[in-house]
């Protein structure tokens, strides 16, 4: 190959840029330790996390449901009107607890998104009822409280960024 090691470096690099950010194969999986809490019950989320070595987690519990804490670094994540953004460096598994209601039912919706990959998406809905009661009351997205926010990853980002930021000024 002729040219300089420059040459072939840049070359390398819009090659790795080109190439499609799904051959990296990023996947997020949820597990739950139960679907069928009691009421008021403190149960716990696990999120598997395989290809993403900086991105975030965004999930969004059923109304009622709320976030009690996590294993994941304070200064990573942000939990505010039944959703949770989880910043991603180099983690394998986060796990979360979160209380049941007294009663209603409904799905923990969840989106990922890869930030050095440039790729993105949503992970399966888990579906969670108390005591196994399926309530249609509790699952009307209209009941969650509405205000104009920035979209999630918007803020993942700042918290990603503040992150880096934070390390970079401890060396």
Not at 18 to 26: N, S
Not at 120 to 148: C, F, W
Not at 159 to 165: C, E
Request: proline share 6%.
């Amino acid at each position: 190959m002729r040219g300089s090691p420059a040459d072939r470096l840049i070359c390398l690099i819009l090659l790795l840029m080109l190439v499609p950010a799904a051959a990296w194969g990023a996947t997020v999986t949820r597990t739950l330790s139960t679907a069928e809490p009691g009421a008021g019950e403190v149960f716990e989320v696990s999120l598997s996390i395989e290809g993403i070595t900086l991105g975030g987690v965004v999930e969004t519990l059923p109304v009622g449901y709320s976030f009690v804490g996590t294993n994941h670094a304070d200064d990573r994540i942000l939990a505010r009107d039944g959703q949770v953004a989880f910043a991603l460096i180099n983690e394998t598994l986060i796990t979360y607890q979160v209380r049941a209601p007294s009663s209603g039912s409904g799905d923990i919706t969840g989106i990922w998104e890869d930030f050095l990959g440039e790729s993105n998406g949503t992970i399966p809905a888990s579906h969670l009822a108390v005591d196994g009661i399926e309530t249609e009351v509790e699952n009307t997205p209209k009941e969650r409280p509405t205000q104009e926010a920035a979209p999630p990853f918007a803020l993942l980002t700042a918290i990603v960024a503040l992150v880096i930021a934070r390390r970079g000024g401890q060396r």
